[in-house]
Antibody, heavy 123, light 107 residues
Framework: QVQLVQSGAEVKKPGASVRVSCEAS????????IHWVRQAPGQGLEWMGI????????YYAQKFQGRLVVTRDTSTRTVYMTLSTLRSDDTAVYFC????????????????WGQGTLVTVSS | DIQMTQSPSSLSASVGDSVTITCRTS??????LNWYQQKPGKAPKLLIY???NLESGVSSRFSGSGSGTEFTLTITSLQPDDFATYYC?????????FGRGTNLEIK
């Protein structure tokens, strides 16, 4: 059974950075792309970025370029999302999600999701 | 970026009813359209991929159709567990955009 387990809730001050982890089990972790999607309170889903199976290629939504870094550690089957220069409107639940595609192709279809991590940005 | 327009934003229905949700895109995405269900406090769940393919384990009361720029999600014989928020999402090109969601409520 595929599982993505994320790190716990965070409270950060404006201007700080936050790192959220996403640990995978139950599948060949190194075969899959992983995405990050966020959801502000009471709002819809917003795609943030993607990392390839080997961790040497990323693609970020333009909105987050310069503030978002996604990395992965294949030895620990963990993907990390770091968002910097936090603002109050970054308060959201952050989800990691597995891409259905394997190997060299991303399908942009999210078939397994982490449980979500609430990040609160407040002074 | 591809713009997603989902309607209605909210919908009231009764157990046993059928409902249809529509998603329109700003350009032709062929059949690269997926549907998700989300319940409060939970992660989204993939229901339909490739416009009309039912994800494994999902009830056959859910069906998707469409191609190009107009797509629909139909849920027949609504059950209490179906009352949730539904999102469309295009998988034609990055960034992978979502519709704004349809909140399906019990009448």
């Amino acid at each position: 059974q595929v599982q993505l387990v994320q790190s716990g809730a965070e409270v950060k001050k404006p201007g700080a950075s936050v790192r959220v982890s996403c640990e995978a089990s139950g599948s060949t972790f190194s075969d899959y792309y992983i995405h990050w999607v966020r959801q502000a309170p009471g709002q819809g889903l917003e795609w943030m970025g993607i990392i390839n199976p080997t961790g040497n290629s990323t693609y970020y939504a333009q909105k987050f370029q310069g503030r978002l870094v996604v990395t992965r550690d294949t030895s620990t089957r963990t993907v990390y999302m770091t968002l910097s220069t936090l603002r109050s409107d970054d308060t959201a639940v952050y989800f990691c999600a597995r891409d259905r595609g394997r190997g060299s192709e991303s399908y942009l279809i999210f078939d397994y999701w982490g449980q979500g991590t609430l990040v609160t940005v407040s002074s | 970026d591809i713009q997603m327009t989902q309607s209605p934003s909210s919908l009231s229905a009764s157990v046993g009813d059928s409902v249809t949700i529509t998603c329109r895109t700003s350009q032709n995405i062929y059949k690269y359209l997926n549907w998700y269900q989300q319940k409060p406090g939970k992660a989204p769940k993939l229901l339909i991929y490739g416009a009309s393919n039912l994800e494994s384990g999902v009830s056959s009361r859910f069906s998707g159709s469409g191609s190009g720029t107009e797509f629909t999600l139909t849920i027949t014989s609504l059950q209490p567990d179906d009352f949730a928020t539904y999102y469309c999402q295009q998988s034609y090109s990055a960034p992978a955009g979502f519709g704004r969601g349809t909140n399906l409520e019990i009448k």
